[in-house]
């Protein structure tokens, strides 16, 4: 075999394993076209509890961490500011329109060691479980860094109507 020959046959399995991840991620985004993140502002009669800075890691099925959600503004990898209020909860992604979480939509808050292939130190996400618009739960998945975990995941239990959830998820769970 020349070397010609072998660039060229590496050269098309990478461009056929490149084509069948756009293929599968646009699958993905057809399924999940019905579901929407509420996007909005916070109401201005709304007081701030916490602001805290980190990454957005992913959104999945709920208690599937490893199965992600194509929701529009929620599909990449992100900086994220969460900002804590009385009346919900506020992401601002880099370049998406902000998304707000009513305390209605709140299910619960948790910490996680595993989503999608991000894989931290034992409890160092903060999983947030919320109702999308068609009642679907979804489980959001941050990673504070000015602050702990448990400092991001106690203000978020602090607002929540419903009980929440501190048990770890995923696998090694």
């Excluded at 602001?51 to 194509?70: D, I, K, W």
């Excluded at 599909?75 to 992604?93: E, K, N």
């Amino acid at each position: 075999m020349t070397r010609e020959l072998a660039l060229v046959i590496i050269a098309t399995f990478a461009l056929l394993l490149v084509a069948a991840g756009v293929w599968a991620w646009r699958r993905r985004a057809r399924r999940d076209s019905g579901i929407a993140a509420p996007t909005g502002e916070i109401p201005a009669d709304a007081d701030v509890l916490a602001v805290f800075s980190g990454f957005y890691v992913a959104t999945t099925a709920h208690e599937q961490p490893l199965e992600r959600l194509a929701i529009r503004g929620l599909g990449f990898r992100s900086r994220v500011d969460v900002t804590v209020t009385d009346a919900g909860l506020a992401l601002d992604l880099t370049g998406q329109p902000r998304l707000f979480l009513t305390r209605e939509a709140l299910v619960s808050v948790g910490r996680a060691t595993v989503a999608i292939d991000r894989v931290v130190e034992r409890d160092g996400l903060v999983r947030v479980s919320w109702r999308t618009n068609d009642d679907t739960v979804a489980d959001t998945y941050l990673r504070p860094q000015d602050a702990s975990a448990g400092a991001l995941t106690e203000a978020v239990s602090g607002i929540l109507s419903a009980p929440t959830s501190t048990t770890p998820t995923g696998p090694d769970a």
